[in-house]
């Protein structure tokens, strides 16, 4: 899909939190892995990509998720309701992530071996808490892109960080790995979004 500037300005103020949806609308998988597709180039750091996807689309685990999600409506109605989880130990990808630039022709073979020896040598190292910060940062800006694209293609979405997440951990056997960070709900609304405004330019802005 091509997006001019134009067309991006309109997509980001369109965009708005829904929370009805049309229980009848489904959005077929296919169309699912082409959003996910593309929201995935979002950045990261070190391009490691620590973001992974539950996507529940079968109305018996919607039910079952509302009961997680502090019983919110439209994890049960939108067509799919896709689970953001960041990776906290990203650094094992590294090995296929630049193996990956090498083979595209992106990074020589030398350089190749030095980022996966430099991040072998730093991220495993660093406290558990970093690694989590970073995880969840880059989780946040694929959301986003997400919610983005889903609107691009004519969709509705709503993402939602109020759910259990040690029973989500639990009910979807996650390991210690992963972490829960957002519910992004995605389908066709039944309603009008609720409208916002946003704080004044001059509040949220200091040149120096």
Same mark, same amino acid.
């Given at each position: 899909?091509?997006?001019?500037?134009?067309?991006?300005?309109?997509?980001?103020?369109?965009?708005?939190?829904?929370?009805?949806?049309?229980?009848?609308?489904? !959005?077929?998988?296919?169309?699912?892995? /082409? %959003?996910?597709?593309? +929201?995935?180039?979002?950045?990261? $750091? @070190?391009?490691?990509?620590?973001?992974?996807?539950?996507?529940?689309?079968?109305?018996?685990?919607?039910?079952?998720?509302?009961?997680?999600?502090?019983?919110?409506?439209?994890?049960?109605?939108?067509?799919?309701? !896709?689970?953001?989880?960041?990776?906290? /130990? %990203?650094?094992?990808? +590294?090995?296929?992530?630049?193996? $990956? @630039?090498?083979?595209?022709?992106?990074?020589?073979?030398?350089?190749?071996?030095?980022?996966?020896?430099?991040?072998?040598?730093?991220?495993?190292?660093?406290?558990?808490?970093?690694?989590?910060?970073?995880?969840?940062?880059?989780?946040?800006?694929?959301?986003?892109?997400?919610?983005?694209?889903?609107?691009?293609?004519?969709?509705?979405?709503?993402?939602?960080?109020?759910?259990?997440?040690?029973?989500?951990?639990?009910?979807?056997?996650?390991?210690?790995?992963?972490?829960?960070?957002?519910?992004?709900?995605?389908?066709?609304?039944?309603?009008?979004?609720?409208?916002?405004?946003?704080?004044?330019?001059?509040?949220?802005?200091?040149?120096?």
């Amino acid at each position: 899909m091509e997006t001019t500037m134009c067309s991006l300005s309109e997509v980001i103020r369109e965009r708005k939190s829904v929370r009805k949806y049309d229980p009848n609308y489904i !959005i077929p998988r296919h169309k699912i892995e /082409e %959003m996910l597709q593309e +929201a995935t180039l979002a950045p990261s $750091s @070190s391009n490691l990509q620590p973001w992974r996807f539950l996507v529940i689309d079968d109305q018996e685990m919607k039910k079952e998720l509302r009961a997680i999600a502090y019983n919110q409506e439209q994890v049960e109605t939108a067509s799919a309701v !896709i689970a953001v989880l960041g990776d906290t /130990e %990203m650094y094992k990808s +590294a090995e296929k992530v630049y193996q $990956s @630039s090498y083979e595209a022709g992106f990074i020589d073979e030398e350089s190749m071996k030095k980022v996966i020896q430099s991040t072998n040598n730093t991220y495993p190292n660093a406290p558990f808490e970093a690694r989590a910060n970073i995880a969840s940062f880059d989780a946040g800006l694929v959301s986003m892109q997400l919610m983005l694209i889903a609107k691009a293609n004519g969709y509705d979405t709503v993402t939602m960080g109020g759910f259990d997440k040690q029973k989500f951990a639990e009910r979807f056997e996650l390991s210690e790995r992963y972490m829960p960070i957002v519910l992004i709900a995605v389908g066709k609304a039944a309603a009008p979004a609720y409208q916002t405004t946003r704080l004044p330019l001059e509040e949220v802005v200091r040149f120096i």
